[in-house]
């Protein structure tokens, strides 16, 4: 087995923790949206009255804090894709567990928690498309 060069062993020990930190972010922004639109909705109900003005200005708030999760979601689902690697060469079957396997998995488990997340922001944000009001 080959040793790595200090440079390139902490090259990759950063590459791994970059791709640590990727994997929290879509679930992190499905939960700041979360809640953004349940406090804010909860603000104006409880505290604003509910009125048709409020919640029309709640309604943009809560369009506008949804197209920035989404946007941010995307973004890192395409910066996983991008690490995940797989339509390079198509290997989806690992022998052995080896540096570029590690990181292609990360990969692939941020790719997917930002898709199970973008799905979570749009199901959060459809209360307020809908126009449902204070109950």
Do not use: K, N
Not at 14 to 19: G, I, L, N, R
Not at 54 to 78: P, S
């Amino acid at each position: 087995m080959s040793r790595l060069h200090p440079d390139e062993e902490r090259r990759s020990f950063a590459e791994e923790a970059d791709s640590l930190w990727r994997i929290a972010f879509g679930p992190l922004i499905w939960s700041a949206h979360f809640l953004l639109c349940y406090v804010g909705a909860a603000l104006v109900c409880a505290r604003l009255g509910g009125t048709e003005a409020t919640l029309a200005w709640l309604r943009l708030g809560i369009g506008g804090v949804t197209v920035l999760a989404l946007a941010g979601i995307a973004w890192v689902g395409w910066q996983a894709w991008r690490q995940w690697d797989f339509l390079d060469d198509y290997d989806h079957v690992h022998d052995r567990a080896v540096a570029e396997d590690r990181h292609e998995f990360l990969g692939h488990a941020s790719f997917l928690l930002a898709v199970i997340s973008f799905v979570g922001v749009v199901y959060v944000a459809l209360p307020a498309a809908f126009g449902v009001g204070c109950q």
